[in-house]
């Protein structure tokens, strides 16, 4: 099938977006309210202020990344599947959501680390083409989940069908990164301590979790309704009744 020409309803995604989050909430937030909990409290109770905390502080950073990268790739590997099976009209319980999100985890780290070095050696030519390149795969966590075919299968696919529709999606996740950046700058304004390591409370960081969770779950949601949006044409996805329903 030929993608030039498909486009992307950025009113149906947002209406999408909107009634899965809505369908869904506590498994939504819930997830990735501990998909964000879990690293942050782990790295609070390691940070702890110790005379040997500059000596472990690499090793220690490392281990946090590798740990946040696997939570986030969980967090969205469920996320996607409510999404996508929401829009399809599909109900699964958390079940069948948590065991499928763990046997996805080794593929999503895989495709989150290659796009990773993708869009970073592409950046090192020109900020250009790293955003073209990250517009390319921006549907391919998604597509991963969907279509079960593989990493490579699934760039491959999210560069397929996002062809005809890089500019919608620029105009989209560019505005939506902007709105949040502006909330982020007037938050770290109001409370400074926000973004101090150095001088977080347990309340602090129970705000910090929560406002990442808040941001991630959306963020994936919407994710997942652009690829379902993009995707419908191909008639995976019970199209018929995602115009139906998301017109």
């Known amino acids: 099938m030929a993608y030039e020409d498909n486009a992307l309803d950025i009113g149906r995604v947002m209406r999408c977006t909107g009634a899965v989050v809505g369908a869904r909430p506590a498994a939504i937030f819930g997830i990735a309210a501990v998909s964000m909990a879990v690293p942050a409290a782990i790295s609070y109770a390691l940070g702890e202020p110790g005379r040997d905390a500059a000596a472990r502080g690499m090793g220690l950073a490392g281990g946090m990344m590798m740990l946040g990268l696997i939570a986030?790739?969980?967090?969205?590997?469920?996320?996607?599947?409510?999404?996508?099976?929401?829009?399809?009209?599909?109900?699964?319980?958390?079940?069948?959501?948590?065991?499928?999100?763990?046997?996805?985890?080794?593929?999503?780290?895989?495709?989150?680390?290659?796009?990773?070095?993708?869009?970073?050696?592409a950046s090192?030519?020109?900020?250009?083409?790293?955003?073209?390149?990250?517009?390319?795969?921006?549907?391919?966590?998604?597509?991963?989940?969907?279509?079960?075919?593989g990493v490579l299968a699934a760039l491959g696919y999210s560069r397929a069908i996002t062809r005809g529709a890089r500019g919608?999606?620029?105009?989209?996740?560019?505005?939506?990164?902007?709105?949040?950046?502006i909330?982020?700058?007037?938050?770290?304004?109001?409370?400074?301590?926000?973004?101090?390591?150095?001088g977080v409370t347990v309340g602090i960081l129970v705000i910090q979790v929560a406002i990442n969770a808040v941001v991630y779950a959306l963020w994936s949601v919407l994710t997942a309704a652009i690829y379902v949006d993009l995707s419908a044409g191909d008639g995976e996805l019970a199209s018929e009744r995602y115009a139906e329903v998301f017109a």
Request: net charge neutral; hydrophobic share 65%; proline share 6%.
């Open 124 to 149: 090192l030519l020109l900020v250009v083409p790293g955003i073209i390149v990250a517009l390319m795969w921006a549907v391919a966590g998604p597509a991963l989940i969907a279509r079960q075919e």
């Open 168 to 181: 919608s999606l620029f105009l989209l996740l560019g505005g939506i990164g902007i709105v949040v950046s």
């Open 72 to 121: 986030n790739a969980a967090m969205q590997a469920a996320l996607f599947r409510i999404t996508i099976d929401e829009a399809a009209g599909v109900r699964r319980g958390m079940s069948e959501i948590v065991p499928g999100a763990l046997r996805a985890l080794p593929a999503m780290i895989g495709l989150t680390i290659l796009s990773w070095l993708g869009i970073f050696g």
């Open 183 to 198: 909330i982020a700058i007037g938050a770290f304004m109001a409370k400074p301590d926000l973004a101090m390591p150095g």
